[in-house]
């Protein structure tokens, strides 16, 4: 069983960073790309970031490019998330997730939350105007 356990949020000013950071469970964390989502108050979890499993590709969803960069350290079995120049619209929960294939073509970028079957509990983000 994959556990994915998320890290680092707060509550920030606007224009601030923070770095989010998900540890994950098991032995075969490097075969894998991760995701990162967010979700809202009262609306829909969406996609903000994805990385394949070696690190050499990764997308962004329009609304984060340029301000956020996902990363990760495969011999720490995690993946982060550099979010800088945060807005209050950023606000939200956080959350990382895993797709189910192995070794995935980095043109596989998959971004919505039917790609993904494991999740992590979440991580706050608030951002003050």
């Known amino acids: 069983q994959v556990q994915l356990v998320e890290s680092g949020g707060g509550l920030v000013q606007a224009g601030s960073s923070l770095r989010l950071s998900c540890a994950a469970s098991g032995r075969t964390f490097s075969s894998y790309a991760m995701g990162w989502f967010r979700q809202a108050p009262e609306k829909g979890r969406e996609f903000v970031a994805g990385i394949n499993w070696n690190g050499g590709s990764t997308y962004y969803a329009d609304s984060v490019k340029g301000r956020f960069t996902i990363s990760r350290d495969n011999a720490k079995n995690t993946v982060y998330l550099q979010m800088n120049s945060l807005k209050p619209e950023d606000t939200a929960v956080y959350y990382c997730?895993?797709?189910?294939?192995?070794?995935?073509?980095?043109?596989?970028?998959?971004?919505?939350?039917?790609?993904?079957?494991?999740w992590g509990q979440g991580t706050q983000v608030t951002v003050s105007s």
């Open positions: 997730a895993r797709p189910p294939t192995q070794y995935a073509s980095s043109w596989y970028q998959p971004s919505h939350e039917h790609e993904y079957d494991y």
